[in-house]
């Protein structure tokens, strides 16, 4: 384990925390946590299959990334790196199938079609080829940096003497790469202007990469055997490095497990490391969000970002994997506004590319339950509605959001109260539908608390005017909408005139404060 440098802590250093004793990747609570990932939780399954298959198949490609990985019979869950990796396969897999599925669906009866090939982890053609590690060998020379020339053919190795990593054919290699650094085109600027001092040996590196390389052969023959393709992947290999280069960099101490995959995202658990290079203090505990680089999700929300003006002039230059990053851009910029204003809500740590790491809102890798999961007495949920409203005020004057995805399903109970999660789609208020989000957050809330039995809770309409400040009499929820639509209109006209936004909707005054 030493040389994959992954897992910090060793297994027997001393009383360790709960989470040692236990599989890291288990599931962190058995009720109220729905991953659909159970099966691939099966670890031992998981490190038999690749074992059984990678030795009958690659012998030799495995022998080197076995050492540090497996240690004989032992279901070596200490570390991290290991596991990631199994859990890596399953998603690989899952996704060509998801994949596919899309691919279909779209495609439909029409006579012409699209490919999504371009987006699979494996293709047909390709999947032989080991050069596709090269480009995640180089640290110091990070492949993703937007210094970095993108058409010159890269050597086929890096390092020296017996340190060299690789020792592909200059020629082939340097045509796969350039060809394959098209695809990576987007990733090359980083953007979010965190660096991370990396201290990847070469040794670690040749362990990714070879393992990198027995994995995307397995994935290919599994791939030609539909019969495994039956599910959805989460991370790619990319991801999965920046996984590693935290957890390397001591930023994260243990990426302990799934707690949950969504359509969008896979959130992750880990344990807060000491690293000492970062200036932040890292929670003892903290959640991953992995935004998730397949296209679809994109396509259903891009309304949210392309009109938000914060981006816009950004939108129309990016293509999807940009775009996706934005997505993680965006909801920490909306954090760190709800943190600043007080509200409850995950603290940033740090943003990666599309992965996104804040605190974890709950404890002992136990997620605290959603709203719609929790049974609160009648005076919690009464104190929860009031928190909420308070919290829609805030979100609305101090930080200038609506959070547009808000529900009983992105509120965590935690500590006695409440705490808002999931914000990347959040928008400004001016946003040109950002009044309409509103609309449906404050009906999502004030159902989800009539229903609940609070008898205080005001109607979606009157919670509208009491977060926005804005005197809507319509008296029926169509006359509401209309209204609605018609100030949007009136900001994107104004927009259209003056070339830039109302700053605000006018309202007579500031929105009443409503308290307990
Ligand atoms: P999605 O877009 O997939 O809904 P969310 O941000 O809502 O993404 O995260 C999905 C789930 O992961 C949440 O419902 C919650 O259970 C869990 N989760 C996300 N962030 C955190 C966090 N900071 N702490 C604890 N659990 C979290
Ligand atoms: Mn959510």
Known sequence: MDSVGVAAAAPDAGPGPAWQSKCPWGAPSTTSISCSLADVMSE?????????????AFPEAVAAAEGPFITGENIDTSSDLMLAQMLQMEFDRE?????????KKINGDSKVSISFENYRKVHPYDSDSSEDEV??????????????????PRRGFIGKGKDITTKHDEVVCGRKNTARMENFAPEFQVGDGIGMDLKLSNQVFNALKQHAYSEERRSARLHEKKEHSTAE????????????????SGMLETITGCISTGKESVVFHAYGGNSATEDKVIPP??????????????KNRDKYIKDDYRFKDRFSKLNPRKIIRMWAEKEMHNLTRMQNAGIPCPQVVILKKHVLVMSFIGQDQVPAPKLKDVTLSSEDMKKAYYQILNMMQQLYRECNLVHADLSEYNMLWHDGKVWLIDVSQSVEPTHPHGLEFLFRDCRNVSQFFQKGGVAEALNERELFNAVSGLKITADNEVDFQAEIEALEKMNEDHVQNHGKKLSTFSSDGDPPIYDE
């Open 44 to 56: 031992q399954l998981a490190k038999e299959l690749q074992l059984e298959e990678e030795n009958a």
């Open 95 to 103: 996704y060509d199938a998801q994949l596919r599925r899309e691919e």
């Open 135 to 152: 480009d995640w060998q180089d640290t110091r020379h990070d492949p993703y940096r937007a210094d970095k020339p993108t058409t010159t």
């Open 233 to 248: 992947k989460a991370v790619d290999p990319k991801t999965r490095l920046l996984l590693y280069k935290m957890v390397n």
């Open 285 to 298: 505990e903290c959640a991953i969000k992995v935004f998730k680089t397949t296209l679809n999700e994109f």
